[in-house]
T-cell receptor, first 110, second 120 residues
Framework: LAKTTQPISMDSYEGQEVNITCSHNNIATNDYITWYQQFPSQGPRFIIQGYKTKVTNEVASLFIPADRKSSTLSLPRVSLSDTAVYYC???????????FGGGTRLMVKP | GAVVSQHPSWVICKSGTSVKIECRSL??????MFWYRQFPKQSLMLMAT?????????EQGVEKDKFLINHASLTLSTLTVTSAHPEDSSFYIC????????????????FGPGTRLTVL
């Protein structure tokens, strides 16, 4: 299982773009990168998943460089409601993406 | 789509009693379900993996006789905390996977809302 490393916490202000980077130096060829968001006392919510280059959905973008040893979750124009913990996981499938690291605690300020 | 529910959302019980938590996939068939535990200010810790119709696989350090898992159908898994004690108080979260990949993606875990267990 590829180990991931993320910043423990980040602060931002409403309306700014937030970029959270995850390092996964030992990512395997068939591993995907998945990001989840978790609010207090709630289960994690799937945000985005990618394998290479760039993936975008209605919530976020995921940038993955050619060597795939890191990835960056980009949240455009954050609001107070984006305050949460964000987790990055890597693995070839759901059954092999079960190790949650410490995540990144994002605080969005007014 | 991909909605997972848990019941109850919270439970308070006396020490020594057993508590059952249900996890349901509402709009898809879950070939595999996972149970996690999360203590305050900590990350999720995987407890066990269950496949429909077979015995659950427990992580190291998780007592299978204390945390009974049953995955009787493709939409329902239950976790029973037997003879609960105050140290079992935690936030229990299940997730489900349908085992299906879409273009450019692999199969994904979808999480339930969690169950807060407090043992007095």
């Amino acid at each position: 299982l590829a180990k991931t490393t993320q910043p423990i916490s980040m602060d931002s202000y409403e309306g700014q773009e937030v970029n959270i980077t995850c390092s996964h130096n030992n990512i395997a060829t068939n591993d995907y990168i998945t990001w989840y968001q978790q609010f207090p006392s709630q289960g994690p919510r799937f945000i985005i998943q990618g394998y290479k280059t760039k993936v975008t959905n209605e919530v976020a973008s995921l940038f993955i460089p050619a060597d795939r040893k890191s990835s960056t979750l980009s949240l455009p124009r954050v609001s107070l409601s984006d305050t949460a913990v964000y987790y990055c996981l890597v693995g070839p499938d759901a059954g092999n993406m079960l190790t949650f690291g410490g995540g990144t605690r994002l605080m969005v300020k007014p | 789509g991909a909605v997972v529910s848990q019941h109850p959302s919270w439970v308070i019980c006396k020490s020594g009693t057993s508590v059952k938590i249900e996890c349901r996939s509402l709009d898809f068939q879950a070939t595999t379900m996972f149970w996690y535990r999360q203590f305050p200010k900590q990350s999720l810790m995987l407890m066990a993996t269950s496949n429909e119709g077979s015995k659950a696989t427990y992580e190291q350090g998780v007592e299978k006789d204390k945390f009974l898992i049953n995955h009787a159908s493709l939409t329902l898994s239950t976790l029973t905390v037997t003879s609960a004690h105050p140290e079992d108080s935690s936030f229990y979260i299940c997730s489900a996977s349908g085992g299906r990949a879409t273009s450019g993606r692999t199969d994904t875990q979808y999480f339930g809302p969690g169950t807060r267990l407090t043992v007095l």
